[in-house]
């Protein structure tokens, strides 16, 4: 086990360090910036379906169901399909609206999760395309679609899933842009320079890692905190779901994700000097909201910890403390801002003696209901 676990005390910090090579692996034979070529083999003999569908439905469990959220933004923002993202638990028993022309991706690392399976063939029996974004070669979920595309991230053994979370962004990433490129909602020069973008994301992640030292001083600081508020919007709104559920997979502290802007319709009224908010601030279209949502959380004594863009010196005024990571263009953000997230949970749950691999009353893949 310890070769296995690469010199690393904890599978799940291996995993976490290896993301700038799982998605490089991810993108490797697909993507071809400097020719602007990205193929996805899987997506080939369906592209029409793509293209055509009246809407795409998304369906996942856990994590995977957050990277669907992101896909969400992705598929809109360029490609201009309607996106529905579903529990795979609660499509299946909704008796949902599903036509021949819907386009269902479901999302799983293990590609064993029951939900997950059920809420797919209850698609497929109403004529859906179902297409698979797994990461365990041979596993049910990718038997059982009609395509797919693996993420390849390699074999995630940490129950609370981080390589994997970021490759399945990144396949649903080159799905949206081929999808935006094929329908014409993205322009040619734009889409060469979103492929250059994303090629350089790995790069990115080994610099967002550099935190790591950082990250572990904050949780010295909040480690025995009982409660955690994290705030996103836009594309970091996903990635605050999942900051808070890595949290409380791992250290078994309570926390909540929500969209900033909801703050005020409830979760403000939890803010006081005991409550650490991680705010998702980096330079993009939301950004001055965001800046104002911080404000009213110091303005109650609340403590913030911020991931901000690299050079951001707003923020940084105002945060008790904040976690850079690189620029990048806002569709990719959630790629870096959740190494952060993914780095404090880790530390926070090994400071307070919690089973970081094995969580208690978890399982890696979830085969019953
Ligand atoms: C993630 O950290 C969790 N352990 C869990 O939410 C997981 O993402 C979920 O059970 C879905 O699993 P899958 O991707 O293997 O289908």
Not at 42 to 51: E, H, I, P, S, V
Not at 264 to 273: F, R, S, V
Not at 324 to 345: C, H, K, R
Request: with cysteine.
């Amino acid at each position: 086990e310890a070769i296995e676990k690469g010199g690393y005390e904890h599978f799940m910090l291996k995993e976490i360090n290896e993301q700038p090579k799982s998605i490089a692996d991810c993108m490797r034979g697909r993507l071809d910036a400097k020719n602007g070529r990205l193929v996805l083999g899987g997506l080939r003999d369906y592209m029409n379906k793509f293209q055509n569908a009246d809407r795409i439905i998304i369906t996942a469990c856990g994590t995977s169901w957050h990277a669907g959220l992101v896909a969400e933004y992705l598929f809109e923002e360029f490609a201009r399909i309607p996106v529905e993202v579903e529990y795979a638990s609660e499509f299946r028993y909704r008796n949902p609206v599903i036509s021949e022309k819907d386009f269902v991706i479901a999302i799983s690392q293990s590609g064993e999760t029951a939900d997950t399976l059920a809420a797919i063939e209850l698609a497929k029996s109403k004529g859906a395309t179902i297409f698979g974004v797994c990461n365990v070669v041979g596993s049910s979920i990718a038997r059982a679609t009609h395509a797919g595309c693996y993420t390849h991230a390699g074999p995630e053994i940490g129950v609370a899933s981080t390589k994997a979370f970021t490759a399945q962004i990144s396949v649903l990433t080159m799905m949206a842009l081929m999808l935006g490129y094929q329908r014409g909602t993205l322009t040619e020069s734009k889409y060469v320079q979103l492929l250059n973008e994303l090629e350089g994301i790995p790069a990115k992640v080994e610099r967002a890692l550099t935190m790591n030292d950082n990250v572990e001083k904050i949780a010295a600081i909040y480690k025995d905190s009982r409660n955690f508020l994290y705030l996103g919007r836009g594309y970091n709104f996903p990635v605050a779901l999942e900051g808070a559920l890595k949290l409380k997979e791992i250290s078994y502290i309570h926390a909540e994700g929500y969209p900033a802007a909801e703050m005020k319709h409830g979760p403000i009224a939890l803010i006081d000097e005991e409550m650490p908010v991680v705010f998702i601030a980096t330079k993009d279209t939301s950004y001055e909201k965001v800046v104002s949502n911080i404000q009213e959380v110091k303005a109650r004594k609340g403590k913030i910890i911020a991931v901000v863009t690299e050079g951001d010196t707003v923020v940084r005024g105002m945060a008790d403390h904040v976690l850079e990571v690189p620029d990048t263009a806002e569709a990719f953000v959630p790629l870096l801002s959740v190494i952060p997230l993914q780095q404090l949970s880790y530390h926070i749950a090994v400071m307070r003696g919690c089973n970081v691999d094995q969580p208690r009353n978890l399982a890696k893949s979830v085969t019953v209901e």
